[in-house]
T-cell receptor, first 115, second 116 residues
Framework: GAVVSQHPSRVICKSGTSVKIECRSL??????MFWYRQFPKQSLMLMAT?????????EQGVEKDKFLINHASLTLSTLTVTSAHPEDSSFYIC???????????FGPGTRLTVT | AQSVTQPDIHITVSEGASLELRCNYS??????LFWYVQSPGQGLQLLLK??????LVQGIKGFEAEFKRSQSSFNLRKPSVHWSDAAEYFC??????????????FGKGTHLIIQP
């Protein structure tokens, strides 16, 4: 149990376009989902916390207008990278937290390459 | 602000040998501590966690970790490693101080290499 999926696993887009990444909790309801960014050979950096039905909370330095987060249901959160630039190329990982335990389940990640 | 330090970027261990991965943290209160493993193409998998109670925590795949408050450490150990243990290991602390959110702060990771 406690499986989190992400789609797509890899995406290549042109500079200036927008890309949407989906994060789904497959077998549990997640009131809270998190979005992390991981640079090569680096740690995961928390970008934002997403609560179902409310606005996401962004970490300092993360542009909310560039990284749009929607948590429309208890099993789905989306991250849209708007007007993507090459510096947005990264590995984006989501996680979901159940109400039952303070434990996050991570998705497999999405590799974004902006050309 | 809270932080996690994993001093070893790479560690090479012979198969069958014991392993210890170091993790030190800075946190203003009693932390929740985690160890995750990340294999290529796969998501982070939780190895073990410490919330409270017994400071020696048992996890999956034969791993254990010991919380030492006096040293602000949460080192991961395994008595005998297998080739399949080769991966990236992350120590993490949560929740975020002062924010009320449950996001985690991760260390930079330790890349474990297993020699045959």
């Amino acid at each position: 149990g406690a499986v989190v999926s992400q789609h797509p696993s890899r995406v290549i887009c042109k500079s200036g376009t927008s890309v949407k990444i989906e994060c789904r909790s497959l077998d549990f309801q997640a009131t809270t989902m998190f979005w992390y960014r991981q640079f090569p050979k680096q740690s995961l950096m928390l970008m934002a916390t997403s609560n179902e039905g409310s606005k996401a909370t962004y970490e300092q330095g993360v542009e909310k207008d560039k990284f749009l987060i929607n948590h429309a249901s208890l099993t789905l959160s989306t991250l849209t990278v708007t007007s993507a630039h090459p510096e947005d190329s990264s590995f984006y990982i989501c996680s979901a937290e159940t109400t039952a335990s303070y434990e996050q389940y991570f998705g497999p990640g999405t590799r974004l390459t902006v050309t | 602000a809270q932080s996690v330090t994993q001093p070893d970027i790479h560690i090479t261990v012979s198969e069958g040998a014991s392993l210890e991965l170091r993790c030190n943290y800075s946190y203003g209160a009693t932390p929740y501590l985690f160890w995750y493993v990340q294999s290529p193409g796969q998501g982070l998998q939780l190895l073990l966690k410490y919330f409270s109670g017994d400071t020696l925590v048992q996890g999956i795949k034969g791993f254990e970790a010991e919380f030492k408050r006096s040293q602000s450490s949460f080192n991961l150990r395994k008595p005998s490693v297998h080739w399949s243990d080769a991966a990236e290991y992350f120590c993490a602390v949560g929740p975020l101080e002062g924010g009320g959110a449950d996001g985690l702060t991760f260390g930079k990771g330790t890349h474990l290499i297993i020699q045959p």
